[in-house]
């Protein structure tokens, strides 16, 4: 199976301190890779590098093969979709407006918007009504579901999730993930999921990727972690997390 992204000897460092490592991973197609670790220890970083919010210090990014740079980040963004925590509305704008964002940036037709809008609609369980709402009007689980609609506007081939549903209640963020989970297998996207919670990284993953202090410790299935794991900090992390290390 090939690489959508693969990362080559990626660093970076702020006032001196790593945030990344130098770094190689490879995130392969149409599967769901997750990225754990404790907080600081370079998973948002990574995420960030990728989709060029901020440069490396060192190393190669490749998205399908091509080098990421800044002559074509902008094109390769529009295949690119990101969602962070909360969602990151712009809350001067609709529902609907923040949906269609950046499909009226790139020039699509309103009857391409209109009938791609319905579609994600449909598939997120957003209902129409909400759409002329503004995010203040909106519950934490509609601030995600439009986000993960304006992320998936353009049918981007790489989706990229900054610890989606982090601040969201146990009940709404159980109902998401199962939501999540079923757009992920029907879509057959790239994505990379970011966690710090072991359990949602089992739930999603096809393969977690455990990060500690700017470093890739591990990886592998939840089997290949707790069985085999790579490093003393691999153990103690699952045992952290209680009634995980037992599944």
């Known amino acids: 199976m090939s690489a959508l992204v693969r990362l080559f000897d990626v660093s970076k460092r702020y006032a001196g301190t790593a945030a990344l490592h130098s770094t190689n991973l490879s995130i392969e197609r149409s599967r769901t890779t ?16 990728i989709i060029r919010l901020i440069e490396p210090d060192s190393g190669r990014i490749d998205f399908g093969g091509e080098p990421i740079n800044l002559d074509n980040i902008d094109n390769l963004r529009r295949r690119i979709g990101y969602v962070i925590q ?40 957003f209902s129409e009504k909400l759409l002329p709402r503004y995010p203040v009007e909106l519950s934490g689980g509609q601030r995600q579901r439009v986000s993960l609609m304006r992320a998936l506007m353009l049918s981007p081939e790489l989706l ?38 072991l359990a949602e990284a089992i ?23 707790r069985e085999r794991p790579a490093d003393p900090f691999v153990s103690e992390f699952i045992n952290a997390q209680r009634g995980i290390a037992t599944l």
Not at 34 to 49: A, E, F, N, Q, Y
Not at 105 to 112: A, C, L, N, P
């Open 86 to 125: 909360e969602g990151g509305l712009f809350p001067h704008l609709t529902a609907r407006a923040n949906v269609l964002l950046m499909a009226r940036h790139v020039g699509k037709s309103q009857d391409e918007m209109r009938t791609k809008l319905l579609e994600l609609c449909e598939l997120t369980r």
């Open 203 to 225: 739930y999603f993953g096809d393969e977690i990727v455990l990060l500690n202090e700017g470093r890739v410790v591990q990886k592998g299935s939840v089997t290949d972690l």
């Open 160 to 197: 990229l999730l900054d610890e989606p549903l982090g601040a969201l209640d146990p009940l709404v963020r159980a109902s998401l993930q199962k939501d999540l989970k079923e757009i992920f297998a029907q879509l057959g996207h790239t994505v990379l999921f970011v966690t710090h919670d």
């Open 34 to 49: 997750v990225l754990i670790g404790p907080s600081g220890c370079g998973k948002s970083t990574l995420l960030r590098l």
